[in-house]
């Protein structure tokens, strides 16, 4: 069974920096994989996604240039580095994998989440 398993949430002031990190097992990182993020009210929004064993990948413009995702293959790991935080970037961060064709980041095509965690970003 897949299992993703998000850690490294928190609250930060704006500007400062947050580690994410998403083990997972049943599921290689080297496949398609990705992180999403959803604020109450909103739509869960796809924040960076990884393809082609994990060489490549599409951030949203929102965080273009400021977050930058990572891949431990020793470990499973997938981690999302997180600098300059802003205060809109505040949400619940989910790890989705499971892939089912399309763009990278479409949460309808991900088959599997992690339960999310939280961050908190304040003015």
């Known amino acids: 069974q897949v299992r993703l398993v998000e850690s490294g949430g928190g609250s930060v002031p704006a500007g400062g920096s947050l580690r994410l990190s998403c083990v997972a097992s049943?599921?290689?990182?080297?496949?398609?994989i990705a992180w999403f993020r959803q604020t109450p009210g909103k739509a869960r929004e796809g924040v960076v996604g990884?393809?082609?064993?994990?060489?490549?990948?599409t951030y949203a413009d929102t965080v273009k240039g400021r977050f930058t995702v990572s891949h431990d293959r020793a470990n499973n790991t997938l981690s999302l580095e997180m600098n300059s935080l802003k205060p809109e970037d505040t949400g619940t961060y989910y790890c989705?994998?499971?892939?089912?064709?399309?763009?990278?980041?479409?949460?309808?095509?991900?088959?599997?989440w992690g339960q999310g965690t939280q961050v908190t970003v304040s003015s």
């Open positions: 049943g599921y290689s990182v080297s496949n398609n």
């Open positions: 989705a994998a499971g892939f089912e064709g399309g763009s990278v980041l479409d949460s309808l095509k991900y088959k599997y």
């Open positions: 990884c393809f082609a064993g994990g060489s490549l990948a």
